[in-house]
């Protein structure tokens, strides 16, 4: 019993107790002013704490790592499954010379369009969402997000590319390159400021100022070279298979440029383009091509002669408004035209100024256009002549500049609907051609 004394009756030196025997606690144990137990508990506290942060750390590392190479992984099959690879043979052949097709990296475009943020939704279609958005370069482009991917047919789609890519002229969209790494296709196109022609001819809204006379000869004749060039000089000819006023875009000079190639088709000379499925928009479709299934450059032609009756008239292609067997416009068109009634449905912001010879001489071109019988078509080299002919021989020359401006409608250029039986995964694996859709605007 007097053996044991309490600490605070221990003499104690500078390193703790001096009888280091004599010096225990009330519980028998030995504690020297308790400060080697207490360092003992910060030095496990101290090591368990860095133990567990060092594993903390090693676990994010390993779970970035992980996540960096599975995104890599799905990069990699995506880019395989969209014909990428076959893409990089096209680009890198010696015998191809192709340098004009761009790979565009998927952070790129992300950060283009703000990781294809809404606010930059330019419009939407039956194959996808084009987006606005800014390269490094600061170039403004247009960037089409297709809805659906196409797994047929790869050799074709990634030529169709290639052939759309390498197309140089002022009056078509200039495809400026593709992303091949993300779960869909994603397309760049040059962007064209100033909306569609459609937006210009049926929406009342002061953005879109009404086209004189002069201007809407001067598109159609820009229309007219675009097409004519795509179906004579190109490499390939190429049939659009769905001209209408809202796949026309007007630049900032109000020049007309031809966009949205998703249903085109790339065709060896002198063939026609047999498919089991119809393509097309309701009141622009060729109805010799409905009934045969072959679509021909001459299909290409009805649909730009109700263009032109859309330039003359001032109204939709489809319309309620008409009577019932009018409600086609190129049907409307036709039996006006057989009524000599023509001057009473012309666009009536310009037919008290326009020149009445060249409103029938393009009204007679679009009559000829819409020519049930395909192989009676002009071609649209003919057109194309035929119209820079009139612009020679009119007495005003076209006034570029010379715009009225309208009260406020809302818009609604998007809602034209096209007319597709399959969706874009379909498009390579039910047609006889031996090409593919192309993805665009």
């Excluded at 009934?291 to 939709?316: M, R």
């Excluded at 035209?337 to 449905?345: A, V």
């Excluded at 609907?417 to 605007?441: A, D, H, M, Q």
Aim: with cysteine.
């Amino acid at each position: 019993m007097n053996a044991k004394i309490y600490i605070n009756e221990c003499e104690k030196d500078n390193n703790g107790c001096l009888n280091k025997s004599d010096c225990v606690n009330m519980e028998g144990s030995y504690n020297c002013d308790g400060r080697k137990t207490r360092t003992k508990i910060a030095i496990i506290v101290i090591c368990t704490s860095f133990g567990v942060l060092f594993l903390l750390l090693v676990t994010w590392w390993l779970y970035k790592v992980i996540k960096k190479r599975n995104k890599i992984q799905l990069k990699q099959k995506f880019f395989k499954r969209n014909g990428g690879l076959l893409l990089q043979q096209q680009l890198f052949s010696k015998e191809n010379n192709v340098q004009k097709a761009k790979l565009f990296n998927s952070k790129e475009l992300e950060n283009a369009t703000d990781h294809f943020n809404e606010n930059r939704i330019l419009g939407k279609g039956g194959q996808g969402t084009v987006y606005k958005g800014m390269l490094t370069d600061g170039r403004i482009v247009a960037i089409k997000k297709c809805n659906i991917v196409d797994e047929g047919n790869l050799e074709q789609f990634i030529n169709e590319i290639i052939i759309l890519s390498q197309i140089n002229h002022r009056n078509v969209v200039k495809l400026l390159g593709c992303c091949l790494e993300t779960e869909v296709p994603l397309l760049v196109y040059e962007f064209i400021p100033n909306g569609t022609l459609f937006q210009y001819l049926h929406d009342e809204n002061e953005d879109f100022p009404l086209l004189t006379w002069d201007a809407r000869l001067r598109i159609a004749t820009e229309i007219a070279g675009a097409l004519s060039y795509l179906h004579s000089a190109a490499s390939l000819p190429i049939y659009h298979r769905d001209i209408k006023s809202a796949n026309i875009l007007l630049d900032d000079k109000y020049r007309a440029k031809i966009a949205d190639f998703g249903t085109s088709r790339s065709i060896a000379i002198d063939q026609t383009h047999v498919t089991t499925l119809i393509y097309g928009t309701f009141g622009y479709l060729d109805p010799e091509y409905f009934q045969t299934n072959q679509f021909t450059e001459k299909s290409d032609v009805y649909s730009f002669g109700v263009v032109l009756v859309e330039l003359l008239i001032g109204e939709k292609p489809v319309s309620s408004t008409r009577s019932q067997e009018g409600q086609n416009l190129s049907t409307y068109f036709i039996q006006s035209l057989k009524e000599n009634r023509l001057f009473d449905i012309l666009d009536t912001q310009f037919s008290k100024v326009g020149n009445k010879d060249e409103i029938m001489t393009i009204a007679n071109l679009a009559k000829r256009c819409l020519h049930f019988n395909g192989k009676k078509r002009p071609k649209m080299t003919e057109i194309m002549m035929e119209l820079e002919g009139v612009q020679k021989n009119s007495r005003v020359q076209p006034n570029f500049e010379e715009l009225e401006y309208v009260g406020n409608e809302e818009m609604g250029p998007w809602n034209d609907v096209s007319v597709s039986k399959r969706s874009c995964s379909e498009s390579g694996t039910t047609s006889t051609s031996n090409v593919l859709p192309f993805l665009s605007i």
